[in-house]
Structure formats: C-alpha cells, structure tokens
T-cell receptor, first 112, second 116 residues
Framework: TQLLEQSPQFLSIQEGENLTVYCNSS?????LQWYRQEPGEGPVLLVT?????EVKKLKRLTFQFGDARKDSSLHITAAQPGDTGLYLC????????????FGPGTRLSVLP | GAVVSQHPSRVICKSGTSVKIECRSL??????MFWYRQFPKQSLMLMAT?????????EQGVEKDKFLINHASLTLSTLTVTSAHPEDSSFYIC????????????FGNGTRLTVT
C-alpha cells in the first residue's frame, strides 16, 4: 500500500513569512499533484509534477519533485492571507488516473 | 481547464430517506471517477472508484449496499446514500481524471449532506 505523509500538519504564520510543506513516501509515484482546498469547497489543482528533480513555479509557489519521485515540497514565498487553506499532495501510481493516494494534508493559516 | 460539476452542493434529509449526488465531467471524458468522504479538518477518504460501464470498486469498510454508485456514461457518476442516518452526515466529494496520460484529478465542489 502506498502511503503519503505530509509535514507539518498545521502551520500558522504571519503575512510575509516564507514556509515549506513536505510530502514524503517510501513509494515511487509516476506523478504527484498538489491541491489547495478551502472550507466547503472541493480541492483545486495547483500543479502536477512528473519528472524526478522537476521544479515548477506558480507565482509565489515553488514545487519540487524529488529525484527519486518519492517526495515533493511546496515552498511559499511571502505568504498572504489568501494562501490560507488545506494543502493536499496526491501521488499517482500509474499514468491513467488510477490509484491516487492522498496525504493527510497541511492546514495553513496566514494571519494578516 | 477541466471542470467537474457536483450537485447538489447542500442537502438536508430525514433519517431513513435516500439521497442522490451527481458528479459530471463537463468538458472531458472520464472513464474513472472517484468518490470521497471528508470529515471536518481532515483529508479526503476514498470511498470507491467508479468505473464507466462496470461495477464500482469499494474501499475496505465502505458498504456497497449503503452507498450505491452508478457510472452510466463517460461524463456522469452518481452516488446514492440509501436509508441515510445522522452518522452519514458529511462532506462528499467526487473527482474525475481524463483518460490521457499523467492526468491529474479534477474535483467537484462537494456536497454537504446533513441527515436529521
């Protein structure tokens, strides 16, 4: 069974600070996605990483896929209150949308 | 971008009644859709995988006779909570992935079910 761990599980920071969220597994994934979910809504896809070592940037968010495709990180620069939410990583065991595994999530709160 | 529509967004029903939740992929075909349950402040818990034209695959501990899933077309899957009880109250979310490679999941906006 593939399992994903996320750390930290809870994070409360002040506006303007930087933070990094980690997603780790002992399993290899064909791709890994990061989602953000706000209360009462479904998760929204932020990024998909596929290649080991890949780095993607989305404005103030930087995503990295580990060389061995077992782990990933999400770094947010100069966090804003609008970044508040539940961040979920999800690993895909194959190429066709099957066998997605979700991490437990990181709940981020950015205080103004 | 890919859009998944989930309906209704909120439903309140009486104990013992059944509730149907629809999940539609609006601009892509999804041979597989997934149904999740989410408890407050927790991650998503996969309930079942819905396969178009065949029986759904349920996760361990999920009663298939309680949570009926129908995936009759490449764009529609339904989850019916039968004989609902207050403990079934939860946030239910569906997702779908297109059949192309490296496809991420696209989620519906969820359904808040309250059983009184």
């Amino acid at each position: 069974t593939q399992l994903l761990e996320q750390s930290p599980q809870f994070l409360s920071i002040q506006e303007g600070e930087n933070l990094t969220v980690y997603c780790n597994s002992s399993s290899v994934f064909s791709s890994l996605q990061w989602y953000r979910q706000e209360p009462g809504e479904g998760p929204v896809l932020l990024v998909t990483v596929v290649t080991g070592g890949e780095v993607k940037k989305l404005k103030r968010l930087t995503f990295q896929f580990g060389d061995a495709r077992k782990d990933s990180s999400l770094h947010i620069t100069a966090a804003q209150p609008g970044d508040t939410g539940l961040y979920l990583c999800a690993g895909a065991g194959d190429n066709y949308g099957q066998n997605f595994v979700f991490g437990p999530g990181t709940r981020l709160s950015v205080l103004p | 971008g890919a859009v998944v529509s989930q309906h209704p967004s909120r439903v309140i029903c009486k104990s013992g009644t059944s509730v149907k939740i629809e999940c539609r992929s609006l601009d892509f075909q999804a041979t597989t859709m997934f149904w999740y349950r989410q408890f407050p402040k927790q991650s998503l818990m996969l309930m079942a995988t819905s396969n178009e034209g065949s029986k759904a695959t349920y996760e361990q501990g999920v009663e298939k006779d309680k949570f009926l899933i129908n995936h009759a077309s490449l764009t529609l899957s339904t989850l019916t909570v039968t004989s609902a009880h207050p403990e079934d109250s939860s946030f239910y979310i569906c997702s779908a992935a297109s059949i192309t490679g490296y496809s991420p999941l696209h989620f519906g906006n969820g359904t808040r079910l309250t059983v009184t």
